[in-house]
């Protein structure tokens, strides 16, 4: 999936940086290749690479932050995020 990064909304982010500190475990919903995945890992950061924002997981994995439909049952969608 090649489609141009989307910023998430500030509190959204906030909600991401809150989880790596508290080093709490996530359910994270997001999809990969159109399709929608489910994984429950730590959050361990949040890096910007090549202008585009992901969250990098325990085992290493990468996802790009508007790739992710719920984490923790929180939408980035949700109006109270946007």
Known sequence: M???YTPVPCAFYDELEAAV???????????EN????IINSKVIDLKNIQKEEFMILENN??????FILFFNGISPKDKNYC
Request: charged share 40%; aromatic share 4%.
């Open 21 to 31: 500190v508290k080093k709490l475990n996530c359910e994270i919903i997001y999809l």
């Open 34 to 37: 159109e399709e929608q995945k």
């Open 61 to 66: 994995q990468q996802i790009r932050l508007d």
């Open 2 to 4: 090649n489609k141009k």
